[in-house]
Protein backbone atom coordinates (compact mmCIF):
# COMPACT_ATOMS: atom_id res chain seq x y z
CA UNK A 1 0.00 0.00 0.00
CA UNK A 2 2.80 2.26 0.77
CA UNK A 3 4.84 1.50 -2.45
CA UNK A 4 1.43 2.18 -4.34
CA UNK A 5 0.82 5.76 -2.33
CA UNK A 6 4.30 6.91 -3.30
CA UNK A 7 4.13 5.88 -7.00
CA UNK A 8 0.81 8.07 -7.13
CA UNK A 9 2.17 10.93 -5.32
CA UNK A 10 5.83 10.70 -7.76
CA UNK A 11 3.70 10.28 -10.77
CA UNK A 12 1.44 13.09 -9.40
CA UNK A 13 4.34 15.01 -8.50
CA UNK A 14 5.94 14.48 -11.84
CA UNK A 15 2.64 15.17 -14.07
CA UNK A 16 2.76 18.66 -12.14
CA UNK A 17 6.12 20.24 -12.62
CA UNK A 18 5.08 20.53 -16.33
CA UNK A 19 1.64 22.34 -15.41
CA UNK A 20 3.51 24.51 -12.40
CA UNK A 21 5.84 25.77 -15.38
CA UNK A 22 2.88 26.15 -17.59
CA UNK A 23 0.88 28.25 -15.74
CA UNK A 24 3.32 31.38 -15.99
CA UNK A 25 2.84 32.29 -20.03
CA UNK A 26 5.03 34.52 -21.76
CA UNK A 27 3.84 37.36 -22.41
CA UNK A 28 2.44 37.88 -25.79
CA UNK A 29 4.38 40.42 -28.17
CA UNK A 30 2.59 43.01 -29.63
CA UNK A 31 2.13 43.38 -33.31
CA UNK A 32 4.26 46.28 -33.26
CA UNK A 33 7.47 45.12 -31.56
CA UNK A 34 10.02 44.55 -34.21
CA UNK A 35 8.00 46.52 -36.68
CA UNK A 36 11.03 49.29 -37.50
CA UNK A 37 10.92 52.27 -39.94
CA UNK A 38 13.58 51.49 -42.46
CA UNK A 39 14.59 51.80 -46.34
CA UNK A 40 16.97 50.39 -48.66
CA UNK A 41 18.53 53.63 -49.50
CA UNK A 42 19.04 53.68 -45.14
CA UNK A 43 20.42 50.85 -45.06
CA UNK A 44 22.86 51.51 -48.23
CA UNK A 45 24.22 54.52 -46.65
CA UNK A 46 24.68 52.75 -42.77
CA UNK A 47 26.59 49.77 -44.96
CA UNK A 48 28.46 53.11 -46.67
CA UNK A 49 29.35 54.45 -43.53
CA UNK A 50 30.87 51.05 -42.33
CA UNK A 51 32.72 50.81 -45.53
CA UNK A 52 34.20 54.07 -45.21
CA UNK A 53 35.05 53.73 -41.56
CA UNK A 54 37.49 50.94 -42.91
CA UNK A 55 38.91 52.59 -45.57
CA UNK A 56 39.78 55.92 -43.46
CA UNK A 57 42.15 53.64 -41.18
CA UNK A 58 43.70 52.11 -44.00
CA UNK A 59 44.50 55.23 -45.66
CA UNK A 60 44.90 57.08 -42.51
CA UNK A 61 42.32 59.40 -43.68
CA UNK A 62 41.50 61.05 -40.30
CA UNK A 63 39.96 64.23 -41.90
CA UNK A 64 37.36 61.11 -43.39
CA UNK A 65 37.23 59.33 -40.34
CA UNK A 66 36.08 62.29 -38.30
CA UNK A 67 33.55 63.01 -41.34
CA UNK A 68 32.36 60.15 -39.91
CA UNK A 69 31.32 61.20 -36.55
CA UNK A 70 28.59 63.46 -34.84
CA UNK A 71 31.18 65.24 -33.75
CA UNK A 72 34.54 64.76 -32.16
CA UNK A 73 33.53 63.86 -28.89
CA UNK A 74 31.43 61.20 -28.56
CA UNK A 75 31.13 58.72 -25.90
CA UNK A 76 34.35 56.41 -27.38
CA UNK A 77 35.41 53.13 -25.26
CA UNK A 78 35.85 50.38 -24.60
CA UNK A 79 35.25 49.78 -20.53
CA UNK A 80 37.51 48.08 -18.30
CA UNK A 81 35.57 45.17 -16.20
CA UNK A 82 34.35 45.54 -13.49
CA UNK A 83 37.64 44.21 -11.15
CA UNK A 84 40.08 46.47 -12.85
CA UNK A 85 37.78 49.35 -12.42
CA UNK A 86 37.76 48.71 -8.80
CA UNK A 87 41.85 48.18 -8.86
CA UNK A 88 41.92 51.98 -10.44
CA UNK A 89 39.79 53.11 -7.42
CA UNK A 90 41.93 51.42 -5.17
CA UNK A 91 45.18 52.56 -6.55
CA UNK A 92 44.78 55.72 -7.68
CA UNK A 93 41.49 56.85 -8.70
CA UNK A 94 38.29 56.73 -6.01
CA UNK A 95 35.62 57.76 -8.63
CA UNK A 96 36.76 56.02 -11.93
CA UNK A 97 34.11 55.02 -13.62
CA UNK A 98 36.44 53.07 -16.76
CA UNK A 99 35.04 55.78 -19.20
CA UNK A 100 37.23 58.96 -20.12
CA UNK A 101 36.18 61.98 -22.36
CA UNK A 102 38.84 62.29 -25.51
CA UNK A 103 38.50 58.97 -26.63
CA UNK A 104 38.23 59.41 -30.70
CA UNK A 105 40.78 62.80 -30.67
CA UNK A 106 43.44 59.93 -29.04
CA UNK A 107 42.26 57.16 -31.27
CA UNK A 108 42.73 59.13 -34.09
CA UNK A 109 45.74 60.90 -33.16
CA UNK A 110 47.00 57.05 -32.80
CA UNK A 111 45.83 56.12 -36.41
CA UNK A 112 47.58 59.43 -37.68
CA UNK A 113 50.71 58.76 -35.98
CA UNK A 114 50.98 55.23 -36.53
CA UNK A 115 54.57 54.00 -38.10
CA UNK A 116 52.62 50.54 -39.49
CA UNK A 117 49.11 49.88 -41.54
CA UNK A 118 46.55 50.20 -39.21
CA UNK A 119 43.54 48.35 -39.99
CA UNK A 120 39.98 47.29 -38.32
CA UNK A 121 38.01 43.80 -40.16
CA UNK A 122 34.47 43.54 -39.20
CA UNK A 123 32.84 39.96 -39.31
CA UNK A 124 29.06 39.65 -38.92
CA UNK A 125 27.40 42.77 -38.97
CA UNK A 126 24.48 43.33 -37.77
CA UNK A 127 22.40 46.48 -38.24
CA UNK A 128 19.45 47.74 -36.51
CA UNK A 129 17.24 51.16 -37.56
CA UNK A 130 14.09 52.86 -37.50
CA UNK A 131 13.83 56.14 -38.65
CA UNK A 132 16.84 58.53 -38.10
CA UNK A 133 18.82 55.93 -35.78
CA UNK A 134 20.95 52.74 -36.19
CA UNK A 135 22.45 50.12 -34.45
CA UNK A 136 25.09 48.74 -36.20
CA UNK A 137 26.50 45.53 -33.92
CA UNK A 138 30.06 43.75 -35.58
CA UNK A 139 33.23 41.27 -34.44
CA UNK A 140 35.84 42.91 -35.32
CA UNK A 141 39.89 42.13 -35.09
CA UNK A 142 41.95 45.27 -34.80
CA UNK A 143 45.14 44.55 -37.23
CA UNK A 144 48.38 46.64 -36.94
CA UNK A 145 51.54 45.80 -38.91
CA UNK A 146 49.57 42.47 -40.84
CA UNK A 147 49.03 41.55 -37.03
CA UNK A 148 45.68 40.88 -35.34
CA UNK A 149 46.48 42.83 -31.94
CA UNK A 150 42.89 42.34 -30.37
CA UNK A 151 39.54 41.18 -31.23
CA UNK A 152 35.79 41.43 -29.72
CA UNK A 153 32.43 42.96 -29.96
CA UNK A 154 31.77 46.65 -31.13
CA UNK A 155 28.76 48.51 -31.30
CA UNK A 156 27.98 51.87 -32.99
CA UNK A 157 24.37 54.01 -32.51
CA UNK A 158 24.17 56.51 -35.28
CA UNK A 159 22.05 58.98 -36.13
CA UNK A 160 20.48 60.73 -39.33
CA UNK A 161 21.57 64.40 -39.35
CA UNK A 162 20.01 67.04 -40.26
CA UNK A 163 21.40 67.26 -43.79
CA UNK A 164 20.19 63.58 -44.01
CA UNK A 165 23.81 61.96 -43.48
CA UNK A 166 24.47 58.93 -41.60
CA UNK A 167 26.72 60.13 -38.10
CA UNK A 168 28.73 58.02 -35.71
CA UNK A 169 27.39 59.19 -32.05
CA UNK A 170 29.19 56.83 -30.20
CA UNK A 171 31.44 53.87 -30.57
CA UNK A 172 31.86 50.79 -27.54
CA UNK A 173 33.96 48.09 -28.06
CA UNK A 174 35.19 44.89 -25.80
CA UNK A 175 38.82 44.01 -26.18
CA UNK A 176 40.34 40.54 -26.04
CA UNK A 177 44.42 40.88 -26.33
CA UNK A 178 45.81 38.38 -28.55
CA UNK A 179 48.58 36.42 -26.53
CA UNK A 180 51.92 37.70 -27.99
Known amino acids: MRSICLTLLTALLAGAAPAIAAEVPAPEVPAHIGRYT ?19 LKTKNIRQLAGLMLHADIP ?14 AEFEPNATG ?29 TQDKHVAWVMFDYEFVEDGKVWNYGIETWQMMKNVEGRWKIGSVWWTTNLMAP
Request: charged fraction near 30%.
Open 99 to 127: VRAGGFHDFARFVRESKVPVEERFYNVKI
Open 38 to 56: TTPEDRREINQVVTDFQSA
Open 76 to 89: WSSPPSPETIRKIR
